[in-house]
């Protein structure tokens, strides 16, 4: 059984879950295979079509159209789960400084697609799709559980990202308190509101479509795709809808046609761009108690691994970037621009 | 010229630093050659006696006592210095959203021996006083320069810690604003302090002795040792002063013998428990613009990097340890007991 810790100098929480030491690979230094050096069905992977027994239980599908006896997507526990929905969110007291709860949550696995080799970059628009309503369908059945506060949707793409299986999947970690990241951004976008009276992000966007184009990828219809002014890596990637919507869970899923064009576009550029990079993906989303504020807006972020997080990083909190972001959004549109007529769609090329 | 950028949605501060891409195998993920390995001299290396006119001038060393032309720790500007101190700190407005200014600071190197092949861990007790000499000194000259608010001192061990060069040796970056990391750090300190009218960490460090021994590894005259309640990553390890004082700067170097022996036996410990485990080390202090502050309390943050920070981390902030503190702890201890008498003389055994 995991436990949830805070730490009293920062407020921080953090997770304690000795069944996570036990994952296969965790600790593996090893470089990934390339996709194309990977077969498109592994027998040994657990996430591959025929292997099913091997998961736990599917707790959701999306049938492949053409042969809905198979799935395209599947959902499922995490095996090494770092928190389960079992017990309450008391916190309990350990004399004054010392704040803990039962490790409660929900960590859920998404198999992004039956094949073992064709990672986001490489997937076709429908099933990117899939993938989207997935991620959504998950987050709209667990944030009806009340112990739950905030769901994080993520990918670890490479092993210097923090993967431990090569098949392309992404992860639902759900947990009964708000994470410290979105608290930090929450208070930044409160503030604003309370000062201007319009959401921040809203603002943001108009503004780097009106100034900062020079930082803007890509515009769509319903997003836009910028490398923000303060990247803390090279080549960091934030896709933000239009319109404003706190929520990821309330985000109108007429829109995800579009979605799934721009985010694997951004993926398929970025893997042109630096040749199959690490990276991870995030979707920020407001808290599951408080979705249609006017003060969040949910978004996605994608953080290329390609230089390591020092001590420097680690100590302060600043991290040192060798890349502006003009500079590598204008790789991204070079890019962008020179690729194959069906790729790229919802760029403006 | 690098320069400073704030993002307006976590009011980070990031350092945009084009010359750090040209560091020597910045981008290496090989693993790095265990010390044993390694020759005591290496002609290439730019940081073993010899090649002094390798790096940039010599800003400040130590002799060695035995033979006083050579040098025993040696101080050099950063020659991919992330900031340098020339212009100044006036913040620029690009717009309602953007803030930047000129990268000032300061960026140097401690090369911690001649010897390339001995880490902290292997030590003398003596060499390691010396580098924490180097440490101060060189803080009291930075702080001196108005211009910069907050030192950091840190040591990358190994390449997954995001060492560039095998000889062991660490930094100091000096930058004109607070870091985020102490910044919210010093709020729940000073939160505390409003509270109860005393230090946060003084209190804490009482507390872990009466009642949170468990988890104290030593206790010295002046130290003690701790894996703290909430570590976020498995054998995270603080070491703080007993008596309050907020800056490393003013801290009475009469006690640098007795904390050399605490580090370097910490050191140790995690060399024999993890197999000379990379890892970084960071000196929290408070700002130099306020170094007898009343809130805050200077300790030393050791974090062995086992495992990957990953999409969960990275997006939420929140990490995942497979490890309770108090078997790491109970660990360490098992370890320094069983040392040579020589060797961990400032833990009780």
Known sequence: MSELRQDITTKEWVIVAPERGKRPQGRSKAKAAAADEL???DAECPFCPGNESKTPTEVFRIPNPDKPSDWSVR????????????????????????RKMIGYGIHEVIIDSPSHNTPLALMPYEQVERVLTAYQERYNVIKKDREIN????FKNVGWTAGTSLAHPHSQLVATPIMTIYYHRKFDVALDYYADM???L?????????EKGRNRVI???AEFIVVHPYASRVPYETWIFPKMHCASFGLFPDTYFTELAQVLKDVAFCLYQA???PDYNLVIDSTTTHDEDDPYYHWHIRIIPRL???AGFEMGSGIYITPARPEDTAEHMKQVAGSCPDDMCIAFSK
């Open 201 to 209: 992000y809203c603002d943001l966007i108009k503004y780097n479509l």
């Open 307 to 309: 230089s390591t997080i």
């Open 75 to 98: 959902v499922i526990p995490n095996r090494f789960a770092a928190l389960v929905p079992e017990g309450d969110t008391t916190r309990k007291e350990e004399g004054p400084f010392f």
């Open 150 to 153: 905030h769901i994080t949707i």
């Open 197 to 199: 009276g319009r959401c």
């Open 39 to 41: 077969p498109d069905r």
């Open 274 to 276: 630096l040749d199959n």
């Open 218 to 220: 890509a515009e769509t």
